[in-house]
């Protein structure tokens, strides 16, 4: 169901999705469901769409390498062990289910009724998962394990459907570890570098056959997709530095509310 009524530039276009892209790849309500329900409720189509992913992408990529710059630099001195071990281990987990799904997820769910469950399914981690109070939440990124990494890699997974948060997945995936609130959201954030640096490259990859096919975008999108992807990229910073000082459990539930609002949304005008 389209609600778009007044043909938008592509600069225009863009700017929006930029800023969707940027405030919703950090914030635990799903950015793959938002730029789906964009793209469904406001008609944005048209070529150049995998240009459009790569840009956006990319954008939140420098955001969050920016916003992380200190901790990957601590990540190459010694006593970083447990902290490796999240990474890799989650990263191979994602990794492996994301390619071998990936072709299943974009024929089957890329549509608005899937991104309303997938945001019912963000809602019911966010409000019946993620634990209450901090009792218990003790652990730091140190103590990681390879278990640790196999169980947030799993719930990271999840993000791979339209619809469901991989930020807000792999939070409460760290709370339910046991891990303290600044930590849980230290790993989300950095756990997205490779993951999201990942499909930057494989759409990239894509982008070039396409290209090489005669099926590329237009060349005048250039400047469009520039602003797009600094868009994406301010915006996500905001909002890593929003949410890295408000992941209390009363927030956590206060997104639990808006995505189970906008998932059911998304399935009734489906």
Same mark, same amino acid.
């Given at each position: 169901?389209?609600?778009?009524?007044?043909?938008?530039?592509?600069?225009?276009?863009?700017?929006?999705?930029? @800023?969707?892209?940027?405030?919703?790849?950090?914030?635990?309500?799903?950015?793959?469901?938002?730029?789906?329900?964009?793209?469904?409720?406001?008609?944005?189509?048209?070529?150049?769409?995998?240009?459009?992913?790569?840009?956006?992408?990319?954008?939140?990529?420098?955001?969050?390498?920016?916003?992380?710059?200190?901790?990957?630099?601590?990540?190459?001195?010694?006593?970083?062990?447990?902290?490796?071990?999240?990474?890799?281990?989650?990263?191979?987990?994602?990794?492996?289910?994301?390619?071998?799904?990936?072709?299943?997820?974009?024929?089957?769910?890329?549509?608005?009724?899937? =991104?309303?469950?997938?945001?019912?399914?963000?809602?019911?981690?966010?409000?019946?998962?993620? &634990?209450?109070?901090?009792?218990?939440?003790?652990?730091?990124?140190?103590?990681?394990?390879?278990?640790? @990494?196999?169980?947030?890699?799993?719930?990271?997974?999840?993000?791979?459907? &339209?619809?469901?948060?991989?930020?807000?997945?792999?939070?409460?995936? @760290?709370?339910?570890?046991?891990?303290?609130? &600044?930590?849980?959201?230290?790993?989300?954030?950095?756990?997205?570098? &490779?993951?999201?640096?990942?499909?930057?490259?494989?759409?990239?990859?894509?982008?070039?056959?396409?290209?090489? @096919?005669?099926?590329?975008?237009?060349?005048?999108?250039?400047?469009?997709?520039?602003?797009?992807?600094?868009?994406?990229?301010?915006?996500?910073?905001?909002?890593?530095?929003?949410?890295?000082?408000?992941?209390?459990?009363?927030?956590?539930?206060?997104?639990?509310?808006?995505?189970?609002?906008?998932?059911? =949304?998304?399935?009734?005008?489906?």
């Amino acid at each position: 169901m389209t609600f778009a009524f007044l043909a938008m530039s592509a600069l225009a276009s863009l700017l929006i999705l930029g @800023a969707v892209q940027g405030a919703t790849e950090f914030l635990p309500v799903s950015s793959s469901g938002h730029l789906v329900l964009c793209r469904e409720w406001l008609g944005f189509e048209g070529d150049g769409s995998l240009d459009r992913e790569i840009a956006l992408h990319l954008g939140t990529l420098v955001a969050v390498i920016v916003f992380c710059y200190d901790d990957i630099l601590n990540m190459l001195r010694k006593g970083s062990g447990g902290l490796w071990r999240l990474m890799i281990g989650s990263t191979v987990v994602t990794a492996a289910l994301g390619l071998t799904l990936k072709d299943t997820i974009e024929s089957n769910l890329n549509n608005a009724f899937s =991104a309303g469950l997938g945001l019912l399914i963000t809602s019911a981690m966010l409000l019946l998962l993620a &634990p209450k109070d901090d009792e218990g939440q003790t652990r730091d990124l140190s103590s990681g394990t390879v278990l640790d @990494a196999l169980m947030l890699g799993l719930f990271q997974s999840l993000a791979l459907m &339209p619809g469901v948060s991989r930020a807000g997945s792999t939070i409460v995936a @760290a709370l339910l570890l046991g891990f303290h609130r &600044p930590h849980a959201v230290r790993i989300a954030f950095l756990m997205s570098i &490779p993951v999201v640096g990942g499909a930057v490259l494989l759409q990239g990859l894509e982008s070039t056959e396409a290209a090489g @096919a005669g099926l590329g975008g237009d060349a005048g999108l250039d400047a469009s997709l520039a602003a797009g992807t600094v868009m994406a990229g301010v915006v996500g910073l905001v909002c890593l530095k929003f949410i890295s000082a408000r992941v209390d459990a009363a927030n956590l539930r206060r997104f639990g509310m808006y995505t189970l609002v906008l998932g059911v =949304a998304a399935i009734a005008t489906s």
